[in-house]
């Protein structure tokens, strides 16, 4: 019910926009996240966003990536600038009913998105 999109190889310094693109039922009133899991690594929290708009970031990408959501798309997308090699990974979009206070861990979430790799070159 979750697909993400917009992988891909970039240079350090450049940019990609990934979307997650929802279908099945409308997920216009919940919590959606992004998270990435690097190889040998845990899957990791990036960025959430409620419906309303509020938004909460990791602090390795703060001020570089932002998460916006286009509910009469029932989509999300995760903007990404000045990437670094170190943002390399499977990236996740994911959705979850309630609970705003948990949206960094990823097991409080519902629906997943089958991940879009993402790699960023030195």
């Known amino acids: 019910q979750l697909q993400a999109s917009g992988g891909g190889l970039v240079q350090a310094g450049g940019s990609l926009r990934l979307s997650c693109a929802a279908s099945g039922r409308t997920f216009s009133s919940w919590i959606m996240g992004w998270f990435r899991q690097a190889p040998g690594e845990e899957r990791e929290f990036v960025a959430a966003?409620?419906?309303?708009?509020?938004?909460d970031y990791a602090d390795s990408v703060k001020g570089r990536f932002t998460i916006s959501r286009d509910n009469a798309k029932n989509t999300v997308y995760l903007q990404m600038n000045n990437m670094k090699p170190e943002d390399t990974a499977v990236y996740y979009c994911?959705?979850?009913?309630?609970?705003?206070?948990?949206?960094?861990?990823?097991?409080?979430?519902?629906?997943w998105g089958q991940g879009t790799l993402v790699t960023v070159s030195s």
């Open positions: 994911a959705a979850k009913a309630t609970g705003w206070a948990a949206a960094r861990s990823p097991n409080e979430y519902d629906y």
């Open positions: 966003i409620r419906w309303i708009g509020a938004t």
